[in-house]
């Protein structure tokens, strides 16, 4: 299925107006859908599977900026810490100090976002409250030092369900959390997909990651 370009222009503008940043979720589609959106402007994708980016980085321009959007294995950084622009699913302080270690060894800043478990499925990675604010504490207090890794924000996925008010609760609440540590520097709040996206941004997100919408099912 090709590239919906209508679907993109739409959404780039409705994206536009509020203000929110899109990463094109380009995971298992072909190259050549993506250079298309590419030539169409867009510059920032989200791949989910570590082999799958690193084989399809190098066939593409280099102006792209890749985000990983899936789950991270720690002995699997090293493959994308010499590209890789924002990871956004940093679920352990353990995930974080190998990203830091990877990206000194680069010497680069790979900017994070930590991933907030705010689904009701028991599936979903990320951090519950209680462990973020552990980590965040510890950071701040210098027992956990980060180099070349750096905190930019906070990434969640809400349920899996028709139930509106359920996914407006998950997302509010994920924004909340992020209001507390809110900053110059920490100013990513990475929630919405295509199912979603429109809950999400009333409820503050400003960066969504959508696939379907814009390259048809997978
Ligand atoms: C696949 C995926 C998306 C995009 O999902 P669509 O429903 O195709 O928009 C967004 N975020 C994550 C973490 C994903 O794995």
Same mark, same amino acid.
């Given at each position: 299925?090709?590239? /919906?370009?209508?679907?993109?222009?739409?959404?780039?503008?409705?994206?536009?107006?509020?203000?929110?940043?899109?990463?094109?979720?380009?995971?298992?589609?072909?190259?050549?859908? @993506?250079? &298309?959106?590419?030539?169409? %402007?867009?510059?920032?994708? +989200?791949?989910?599977?570590?082999?799958?980016?690193?084989?399809?980085?190098?066939?593409?321009?280099?102006?792209? /900026?890749?985000?990983?959007? +899936?789950?991270?294995?720690?002995?699997?950084?090293?493959? @994308?810490?010499?590209?890789?622009? =924002?990871?956004?699913?940093?679920? !352990?302080?353990?995930?974080?100090?190998?990203?830091?270690?990877?990206?000194?060894?680069?010497?680069?800043?790979?900017?994070?976002?930590?991933?907030?478990? *705010?689904?009701?499925? &028991?599936?979903?990675? +990320?951090?519950? &409250?209680?462990?973020? !604010?552990? =980590?965040?504490? #510890? @950071?701040?207090?210098?027992?956990?030092?980060?180099?070349?890794?750096?905190?930019?924000? =906070?990434?969640?996925?809400?349920?899996?369900? &028709?139930? #509106?008010?359920?996914?407006?609760? #998950?997302?509010?609440?994920?924004?909340?959390?992020?209001?507390?540590?809110?900053?110059?520097?920490?100013? *990513?709040?990475?929630? %919405?997909?295509?199912?979603?996206?429109?809950?999400?941004?009333?409820?503050?997100? /400003?960066?969504?990651?959508?696939?379907?919408?814009?390259? +048809?099912?997978?």
């Amino acid at each position: 299925m090709p590239v /919906n370009q209508k679907a993109f222009a739409d959404l780039s503008a409705e994206l536009r107006a509020a203000q929110v940043a899109l990463v094109a979720v380009s995971k298992t589609k072909p190259v050549e859908e @993506i250079r &298309e959106l590419f030539e169409l %402007g867009q510059r920032n994708f +989200g791949e989910n599977y570590v082999q799958e980016l690193v084989s399809k980085q190098p066939l593409l321009p280099q102006e792209i /900026n890749w985000h990983f959007i +899936g789950h991270l294995q720690s002995n699997k950084v090293k493959h @994308i810490a010499p590209f890789v622009h =924002l990871i956004h699913g940093v679920d !352990s302080a353990k995930l974080l100090k190998e990203i830091d270690k990877q990206a000194q060894k680069m010497d680069r800043t790979i900017c994070c976002l930590l991933q907030v478990h *705010i689904a009701s499925e &028991e599936s979903k990675f +990320g951090f519950d &409250e209680a462990e973020l !604010s552990l =980590l965040m504490k #510890e @950071i701040q207090n210098k027992q956990t030092v980060l180099s070349h890794a750096k905190i930019c924000g =906070l990434m969640g996925m809400a349920s899996f369900t &028709e139930d #509106e008010t359920i996914v407006r609760k #998950e997302f509010s609440l994920l924004k909340s959390i992020y209001d507390r540590y809110a900053s110059e520097e920490f100013n *990513i709040l990475s929630m %919405g997909m295509s199912s979603d996206y429109k809950i999400a941004i009333s409820e503050g997100s /400003n960066m969504v990651r959508i696939g379907s919408l814009l390259f +048809g099912v997978r």
